[in-house]
C-alpha cells in the first residue's frame, strides 16, 4: 500500500484502503481489487464515445 493508504476498523476487522481501489485485511492476508466504472458511459458521452446505455442509475 501507498503512504496515501487509509487504515480503519469495520467490526473486529482492521483494514486499509488504497485509493487506487485496493482494500487489504491483513489479518485474512486478503487484498481485494476494485474495476468500478461508476457513471463511465455518461462520462464518455459527454466527448461523443458512446458506450452501451447501461450506467450506475440502470443498474444499481
Avoid: C, N
Avoid at 20 to 41: C, M, N, S, T
Amino acid at each position: 500500500m501507498t503512504a496515501s493508504s487509509s487504515q480503519f476498523a469495520l467490526g473486529s476487522a482492521h483494514l486499509v484502503a488504497d485509493p487506487a481501489g485496493a482494500l487489504y485485511w491483513p489479518q485474512e492476508r486478503l487484498l481485494i481489487v476494485a474495476d468500478l466504472h461508476f457513471e463511465k458511459g455518461s462520462a464518455y458521452a459527454v466527448r461523443k464515445v458512446f458506450l452501451p446505455p447501461y450506467d450506475t442509475g440502470a443498474t444499481l
